[in-house]
């Protein structure tokens, strides 16, 4: 059986018809870059994640970028996010020559640690860019505290999570000062390129946003700040608009997945981990879980990434493509480990979770059209080589 990480084409089968008539129709009316198309996306995405406001840019990277630069950050400035999470997170901070700080993640939901945040906040502290990692919303409650005692803005990284509730029905991406979106074509609301968004809802903030998005220009022609070329094409909004519909069907779709993974792993007799301290050597694996450990708040998941943690990683995820199955490692290097952050001097044994994630974690097939044999042959294989490896 072939269990492939992820097949777009199964998603687009169910939308091809739509799709191809939006695109259709905005080649027609040449309208290629914001106007009509990206405005009304605008307003459904605006309304899908209870915020006042949402700008369609051009990827989620640039999203990031227009959170620091809104608050002028750069050269002396410190900006705090966590050590494990895809690049782009730490790349704009260090773009606009501010110094960012690594803080440690928590080993069950992989998430910034709060704790470790507010050790890290000096005189130089201007942002916090917590992460909504894998689609599990961060633990903004904590977060938002330690933020509104030193006044920092929080741009949050939702890159991962359009659509995931942290609590009280709150999205992520809704609670910040900025929320951040990526529309990368595998990220679980995904444009047929690159595209973004930025939500906010200060309506100050938004203006200087929407001025940002070209080149800081107001009116035509007149720059009173240096913005850029971060805008979102017509096409893209058009999918958008028709992804968006389906967007909740797809969550439910991932959820099922998921619960289904925990069952055949109980049906397989798999040695399921809620001791969730370093486990290697042993045949334990840990699943994700909806829920936070500490208060038990169940924070609506969405499962953009599947991701386990399991002992002699590397040899069973070669043993599971041996089986036809994909699976990845998001992500193997942490921000501190990383060349380009070397001159930031910062040493190994400040990040003790992320090191054991770097090890242990894999991330397996989730997306929505998944059958039930897929996942139950995937959980078989994945038992054979925890007992073989
Ligand atoms: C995908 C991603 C980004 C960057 O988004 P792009 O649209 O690819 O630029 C940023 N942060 C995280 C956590 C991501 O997963």
Redesign the pocket.
């Known amino acids: 059986m072939n269990v492939p990480l992820l097949d777009l084409k199964l998603q687009y089968a169910q939308i091809q018809e739509e799709v191809e008539q939006e695109i259709l129709r905005v080649s027609r009316s040449q309208m290629c870059i914001l106007g009509k198309d990206v405005e009304s996306f605008e307003e459904n995405a605006a309304k899908y994640l209870g915020v006042k406001h949402a700008i369609g840019v051009s990827?989620?990277?640039?999203a990031?970028l227009m959170g620091l630069m809104a608050y002028d950050i750069g050269p002396g400035d410190e900006v705090i996010l966590p050590t494990f999470?895809?690049f782009?997170?730490a790349g704009v901070v260090a773009r606009t020559n501010a110094t960012p700080i690594f803080v440690d993640s928590i080993a069950n939901t992989y998430n910034i640690d709060p704790k470790a945040i507010a050790a890290k906040i000096t005189e130089k502290t201007k942002a916090i860019i917590p992460?909504h990692?894998f689609g599990q919303a961060a633990e903004m409650d904590e977060i938002m505290a330690i933020a509104h005692k030193h006044n920092i803005p929080v741009i949050e990284?939702g890159?991962?999570s359009f659509g995931t509730q942290y609590k009280d029905g709150k999205f992520a991406g809704s609670i910040g000062e900025i929320g951040c979106f990526?529309?990368?074509p595998s990220?679980n609301l995904g444009a047929f390129g690159?595209?973004?968004l930025v939500t906010t809802n200060d309506d100050v903030l938004a203006e200087k946003l929407r001025q940002m998005r070209n080149h800081g220009m107001y009116p035509k022609y007149f720059h009173k700040f240096i913005g850029g070329n971060f805008r979102l094409d017509a096409i893209q909004a058009a999918v958008l608009n028709v992804k968006l519909k389906h967007l909740e069907d797809w969550h439910k779709a991932r959820r099922k997945n998921a619960d289904l993974y925990r069952k055949y792993a109980q049906k397989e007799g798999l040695e399921i981990a809620n001791n969730v301290q370093n486990f290697i050597n042993s045949n334990q694996i840990y699943l994700p879980e909806p829920i936070y450990a500490e208060t038990g708040i169940n924070n609506n998941h969405i499962y953009n990434q599947f991701t386990i943690r399991i002992a002699r990683r590397d040899k069973i995820k070669d043993y599971l493509s041996a089986n036809g199955i994909g699976s990845d490692i998001y992500y193997p290097v942490p921000f501190h480990r990383q060349e380009c952050f070397s001159y930031l001097n910062n040493p190994d044994r400040d990040f003790p979770n992320a090191n054991m994630l770097v090890s242990e974690v894999l991330s397996l097939p989730i997306f929505p059209e998944l059958t039930e044999e897929q996942i139950a042959y995937t959980v078989e294989k994945l038992a054979e080589a925890i007992n073989i490896t």
């Not at 990827?59 to 640039?62: K, P, R, Y």
Request: hydrophobic share 35%; proline share 0%.
């Open positions: 990827s989620g990277t640039d990031l999470s895809f782009a997170t992460v990692l990284d890159a991962q990526s529309f990368y990220k690159d595209g973004g």
